[in-house]
Nanobody, 121 residues
Framework: QVQLVESGGGLVQVGGSLRLSCVAS????????MGWFRQAPGKEREVVAA????????NYKDSVKGRFTISRDNAKDTMYLSMNSLKPEDSAVYYC??????????????WGQGTQVTVSS
């Protein structure tokens, strides 16, 4: 098992930046693909970005491409999400997730408690 703790959320103005962090503990960090999800009020949780454990390849939700960057530091058991040019529609609770890779898919089995990001216009 792995435990995940997010930090770095907050209130920011439109066009601003934030960097979220997710620290993992427990089972070896490199066992897992890692991802960031978000959930806005009244909406379903959606994947924002993911990074594979093996080759570090990344995937992004179309609406954040070019603005968000996901990265991981395996030496620090930490994953990051750098968010630039933030928009009001980016406001949500952001969750860190860890999952096992099965070929081209990931089974997301572990979640952090979430951190609130609010973008004011």
């Amino acid at each position: 098992q792995v435990q995940l703790v997010e930090s770095g959320g907050g209130l920011v103005q439109v066009g601003g930046s934030l960097r979220l962090s997710c620290v993992a503990s427990g089972r070896a960090f490199t066992t897992y693909a890692m991802g960031w999800f978000r959930q806005a009020p009244g909406k379903e949780r959606e994947v924002v970005a993911a990074i594979r454990r093996t080759n570090g390849s990344t995937n992004y939700k179309d609406s954040v491409k070019g603005r968000f960057t996901i990265s991981r530091d395996n030496a620090k058991d930490t994953m990051y999400l750098s968010m630039n040019s933030l928009k009001p529609e980016d406001s949500a609770v952001y969750y860190c997730a860890a999952g096992l890779e099965f070929g081209t898919t990931v089974s997301w089995g572990y979640w952090g408690q979430g951190t609130q990001v609010t973008v004011s216009s």
